[in-house]
């Protein structure tokens, strides 16, 4: 029964398969589901931390980037948001040694 329910949650809604599969909780004993769960926690964990790793980098670029070139416009400030990779904020971090403006840092 256990492979049957995650392989119904590949088709149906989850209302649907909980009505259906009412009662039956042995999953969690199922080494297979544990194996699951450590692996999207595994994921997410990695997931956090390149998360917190860009959100320390563009926190870096805002406080620098301010005090060499003054507060960031809203577009600026939108632009650096949507950046998500953490190289490459380290590498606007790193550049904001060499360009004279938040355009030219953003070009």
């Known amino acids: 029964m256990d492979g049957d329910y995650l392989l119904m949650g590949l088709r149906y809604k989850p209302d649907l398969i909980q009505n259906l599969l009412k009662g039956v909780r042995r999953m969690k004993d199922s080494l297979t589901y544990q194996l699951i769960i450590e692996e999207g926690k595994a994921a997410g964990e990695a997931i956090g931390e390149a998360i917190g790793e860009a959100k320390g980098e563009r926190n870096l670029i805002l406080l620098q980037g301010g005090k060499r070139f003054g ?37």
């Open 71 to 107: 507060e960031p416009s809203a577009a600026t400030l939108a632009t650096l948001q949507s950046l998500t990779n953490p190289a490459e904020l380290e590498r606007l971090a790193l550049r904001l040694l060499e360009v004279e403006s938040w355009s030219e840092l953003l070009d």
